[in-house]
């Protein structure tokens, strides 16, 4: 059987988490050789040198820079996409974008999303979708990469996230030179946010719910070009080899193993501008409960929020304890930058694992609990000061909750005066939505889910080997 040659396209620090965190590398390792394009620090990539040594070949992924007309069109698309599902469904709402700094980039924005609105439907987008394509073929950096590849003579290209701007052009030159490309959809939430800059032969989802997704939101995309994976991120929930001891873990933390735990996670800024708030609500209203019964709150806030936003309200309740996610940032701190650590992994097991409830604003931390069977709270209410941009009803509206509301997986705390009642309902009746639990989470995420590195690396296999056939046939 030949060995293939897989060239894995890791952009930012978040593919980490999926694809070197987990046994996907290892797999692969198995029938081939792996070269990794990657755009991090040595610092970042050097735990992993150590793990697979000369098994795996390591590139910086080149810089790009996109010329004018390629950025407006691309943006253009996500503005198109989003302006289309609003005429789809006048109640979704178009999430907030952080409005750039420079006039430069403020007016390519205006011209983009005015393109954008008069676009807004599925021809016009396909069309917006392959102009941008073309435009990004003729970059003097696209034919660069046409050059790597040629040197490189990859049997597969995998791009593990689809929004990644600085792997289109390899993806594009990959598909020019006739070798097979792939790309996998990074979050349960990406698909509705705006059409996804790569474009690639194989598209690898999470489940038959977001294949569908796909397919109606992409009707260039044919079904075939769909596979049903799953995501590597929840593996390590299936892995006993990473729990600590109960007691351990949690007096390590300075809470008390005798009484319950509720996590308070956090998201990041432009998500939760209140989350501050909210923890703070929290902490007030389990002080109401007599000491006897009351849970103890331990605080682990987004990778990403570096920010002194928390500083106030842990000084305020001293009694939270704080989980700090272990990942590295060198060059500031957003999800391009920021990089997982598999110790970071194993610390996220044993928080959940080993707290009993978690109440976030519309986190993925409710299937993280929902892997455990344990009960998640969302938070919906505004804080009597809230940003006039933000509003957690918009938050709600957002096209990937609709299978929250159907299912309804979660509890729901609808005010500060209730934050309290609705947390220790949860803690007393743990099993009440399990089957909601559970099918939400089936639903979103292929099972069993600690095979989703299998099954994405025998996806790529049969890539690579359909590649052989049409390389074969053409000869």
Known sequence: MKRHRFLIIVPNGVGIRNFFCTEFVDRLLESGFVVVWHALSEADISPFRERWGNAVTWRELPAIRDGLAERIVRQAKIHAQLYWQLRLDPGTPIQPRRPPSRLAARAIERVSKALGRAAAGPRRIVFLDRLHQALASRASHTRAFERLLADERPDAVFCGHQKSLRAVPAMIAARRLGIPTATFIYSWDNLPKGRMPVSADRYYVWSEFMRDE??????????????????????????????????RFLRKLGLDPARRVVCFSGDDELTSPHDPVYLADLAEGLRTIPAARRPQILFRRSPVDRSPRWD????????????????????????????????????????????????????????????????????????????????????????????????????????????????????????????????????????????????????????????????????
């Open 312 to 475: 106030g309200v842990l000084a305020r309740f001293p009694e939270i304890a704080v989980s700090d996610p272990l990942w590295r940032s060198e060059n500031g701190a957003d999800w391009a930058t920021i990089v997982p650590t598999r110790d970071d992994v194993a610390l996220l097991v044993n928080v959940v694992a080993h707290s009993d409830v978690v109440i976030n604003v519309g986190s993925t931390m409710a299937m993280d609990f929902a892997a455990f069977d344990k009960p998640a709270i969302f938070i919906a209410y505004d804080p009597p000061e809230r940003d006039a941009h933000w509003s957690f009803e918009n938050i709600y509206r957002l096209p990937h909750f609709k299978t929250t509301h159907q299912l309804q997986p979660v509890h729901w705390a609808r005010g500060k005066e209730e934050i309290a009642s609705v947390v220790m309902h949860a803690l007393e009746h743990p099993g009440e939505k399990a089957e909601a639990r559970r099918r939400w989470l089936h639903l979103h995420v292929e099972q069993p889910m600690d095979q989703a590195s299998r099954r994405l690396s025998d996806a790529l296999r049969s890539l690579a080997s359909a590649g052989d056939l049409r390389r074969e046939g053409a000869a």
């Open 214 to 247: 796909l397919l109606a939101l992409y009707p260039d995309v044919s079904r075939d070009r769909v596979q049903i994976v799953g995501t590597p991120q929840f593996e390590s929930y299936r892995d006993p080899s990473l729990l600590e001891p109960r007691d």
